[in-house]
């Protein structure tokens, strides 16, 4: 009895645990892939330092954001998903 008591609450942890972390994060994971693969160069992009820039120019991997001080290259998964939608939403 106390055996399949304890096979039953360690399925119900193992079930919440996959609801609860593994799903959004997946989720997420999909959003962010999906998001830098819908970039296209005009752009306007806010990197995770908080960086403001417009996109210049996309490669496989890197892009190329021009700001008000110059260009910086910087890996694609650089770019922050919420604040650059956030900022695309408000025009």
């Not at 997420?28 to 820039?53: P, Y």
Request: charged share 30%.
């Amino acid at each position: 009895m106390k055996d399949g008591m304890l096979f039953i609450q360690l399925g119900l942890m193992i079930a919440v645990f996959y609801f609860l972390i593994i799903m959004p994060q997946r989720k997420r994971i999909k959003q962010e892939k999906s998001f830098e693969s819908n970039l296209k160069v005009g752009d306007k992009v806010i990197t995770k330092a908080g960086i403001h820039g417009k996109i210049a120019e996309i490669a496989e991997s890197t892009i190329v954001i021009e700001t008000m001080s110059g260009k910086l290259k910087m890996e694609k998964n650089a770019i922050s998903v919420e604040a650059t939608i956030k900022l695309n939403e408000k025009k």
